[in-house]
């Protein structure tokens, strides 16, 4: 069942439940009002019967007249019984027949009576007179009365019907209104697939429920379209990139079966070989680092980092390595605060400085200072540089300049590090002359 039926069900049971309440509460007061006021005309029925039998000689012929076109003109179809209750165990015992105790006892005590008998209302008046005590029994059924409320059941059903199509129709039609973003939504996430990820779900104005899960949902696809063409991006770079080295191992274990070599020749053998497989082990452990940042940096693995602090962390990392001394760095005791993961920053940092020392042979300096729109990171070195006409290229993945020739690499390094800082919130430049060295300027605006 859609969604828009259910909706137009749903309230449709809730206002007819409604209705159906309040066309009982009509109903029963209708009716208890039909049936006072017909009891009413009973008793002053039975008024008038008891002075038509016994106040003609207490009144002229003009009076008693009136009482006779009284008697007559009001509820002609009742019967009527009058029951001498001078001896009141024998009266007593006539109305038990048709009374209870409580209203035999009442009649005696001058109250007025009410009952049902046959289908019949009657009422019961105890009337003292001259002549004697007696009691007035006077019966009737309601025919109008019964026509009435049967008439209103109907009414009232009919209205009950008519009204409950009404109020589904009107309901649906609103919910169909309502759901029709909700039905476009399905009919488009049904067009976006594996291949058609660059789809997205149509904005909708103002900032409602709906707005925000469209934005929401848009903002998924998004990450999973970047997933999958990151996947393929490192599957196609990685199907190429792994190709070179193992092609170069095969090669050289193909030309060692060819004949027999000296072992100085096997030598010489081996370690091309090696140098080929310490280069693959370089070329997998750069892929797996860029796989992991291809995935976005959800909230639980951020923390609050020192940029000054870390970036400490990353020079004296380098004191331990073969750059020992070649790091000149000077910082900003300042604390700048960033949303970032700890080990991804640490790559990144480690990445940049290493490219700085590896295609340098002087000192490389690096800066970390403060500045007036947030916290800036210079790293500069005098080394090969990066041609002019290749600067637009640098941060490609697998992108290795033509002046790299004979430095150890992958064209990792670099790319890795500008996916982590973007990450970070991080905005990188580079300024660089071929032969003359390069500088490195990363700017974070925004400190938390």
Not at 173 to 188: C, S
């Amino acid at each position: 069942m859609k969604i828009k039926t259910k909706l137009a069900l749903l309230y449709t049971s809730i206002t007819v439940g409604i209705l159906v309440i309040v066309f009982i509460f009509v109903y029963l007061l209708t009716s208890k009002n039909i049936d006072n006021n017909y009891y009413t005309l009973l008793f002053d029925k039975a008024l008038i019967t008891a002075q038509k039998h016994f106040e003609k000689d207490e009144l002229n012929q003009h009076a008693y007249q009136k009482i006779i076109d009284a008697y007559q003109s009001l509820l002609p179809e009742t019967s009527e019984r009058v029951i001498i209750a001078n001896d009141r165990q024998q009266a007593t015992k006539e109305l038990e027949t048709f009374l209870t105790d409580r209203q035999v006892k009442g009649l005696f005590q001058n109250y007025q009576v009410k009952f049902e008998l046959d289908n019949q209302s009657g009422v019961g008046i105890y009337y003292p007179d001259n002549e004697g005590n007696f009691i007035i029994i006077v019966t009737a059924r309601n025919l109008q009365g019964e026509y009435l409320i049967s008439s209103l059941k109907k009414i009232l059903i009919l209205i009950l019907v008519i009204s409950s199509v009404i109020i589904f129709g009107l309901l649906w039609w609103n919910a169909k209104i309502i759901t029709k973003p909700l039905q476009e939504m399905v009919n488009r996430m049904q067009e976006i697939t594996s291949n058609a990820l660059h789809l997205r779900l149509a904005k909708r104005k103002g900032n409602d429920e709906l707005a925000q899960t469209i934005n929401y949902f848009n903002q998924m696809i998004e990450r999973l379209e970047i997933s999958f063409n990151s996947q393929k991006t490192f599957i196609a770079n990685a199907s190429h990139e792994l190709k070179n080295p193992l092609t170069a191992i095969m090669g050289e274990c193909e030309v060692m079966q060819l004949k027999d070599f000296t072992p100085d020749e096997y030598k010489t053998s081996l370690s091309r070989i090696e140098s080929e497989i310490e280069r693959l082990n370089i070329l997998v452990n750069n892929l797996f680092q860029l796989a992991q940042t291809d995935l976005d940096i959800s909230e639980s693995e951020s923390e609050q980092l020192n940029l000054a602090d870390e970036l400490q962390s990353v020079v004296q990392h380098f004191e331990y390595s073969k750059y020992k001394g070649r790091i000149s760095f000077v910082k900003d005791n300042t604390p700048f605060y960033i949303k970032s993961n700890n080990h991804l920053l640490f790559v990144a940092l480690q990445n940049i400085i290493d490219n700085a020392c590896k295609y340098s042979e002087e000192t490389v300096t690096v800066r970390a200072f403060k500045i007036k729109s947030g916290f800036q990171i210079t790293v500069s070195d005098k080394g090969i540089g990066i041609p002019s006409d290749e600067k637009e290229k640098i941060f490609d993945t697998f992108y290795r300049g033509r002046n790299t020739y004979g430095y150890k690499g992958a064209g990792i390094g670099l790319s890795l590090a500008h996916k982590i800082l973007t990450l970070s919130g991080a905005v990188m430049e580079i300024t660089s002359s071929e032969n003359m060295g390069t500088t490195i300027l990363i700017i974070w605006k925004n400190s938390f």
